[in-house]
């Protein structure tokens, strides 16, 4: 029996997330997952703050960067960041809960482009990160079709 598209989508967030250390190192959760589409979140605790007492852009670009890759890893086709970009429009502040919403804005042929929106549970918009991806060889897990035969 085939997956559908979100079972799909489960199905390899649940083999990339067996091994990410980083991010579960980092303290992120994965929220949910579709074809295209992934929100991860992270509570900001004090090992994550800068010099300035606010959370670190490295972590807030951390956690936009692996719901990037929940989200461009969600066809089961094994895909990498070829480039991203960060904007960060306010600061995240300890005890913020951050969530990272990504979204596929284009996929053609191996490219993918995503939009990536972290913000606080309040709302509070905190960064945008565009991530352009790039499949490669390989799946995250093995598939097969109503015959049992390997997609």
């Not at 074809?35 to 090992?47: I, M, Y």
């Not at 719901?67 to 089961?76: E, T, V, Y």
Request: net charge negative; charged share 20%.
């Amino acid at each position: 029996m085939s997956l559908s598209a979100t079972e799909r989508a489960q199905a390899a967030a649940a083999a990339m997330w067996d091994s990410d250390a980083a991010s579960k190192w980092a303290g992120m959760e994965i929220d949910t997952v579709a074809e295209g589409f992934a929100r991860l979140s992270l509570t900001v605790a004090p090992h994550h703050c800068n010099g300035h007492g606010m959370c670190h852009g490295g972590v807030i670009f951390m956690l936009a960067d692996s719901a990037f890759a929940f989200a461009c890893n969600s066809r089961n086709q094994a895909t990498v960041a070829q480039h991203n970009m960060i904007s960060f429009t306010a600061p995240g502040q300890l005890g913020d809960h951050l969530i990272a919403e990504a979204r596929e804005v284009s996929l053609t042929g191996r490219s993918g482009i995503y939009d990536v929106t972290v913000k606080t549970a309040a709302g509070r918009r905190i960064a945008e990160m565009r991530g352009c991806s790039r499949a490669v060889n390989g799946h995250l897990f093995e598939e097969t079709d109503a015959e049992g035969a390997d997609l």
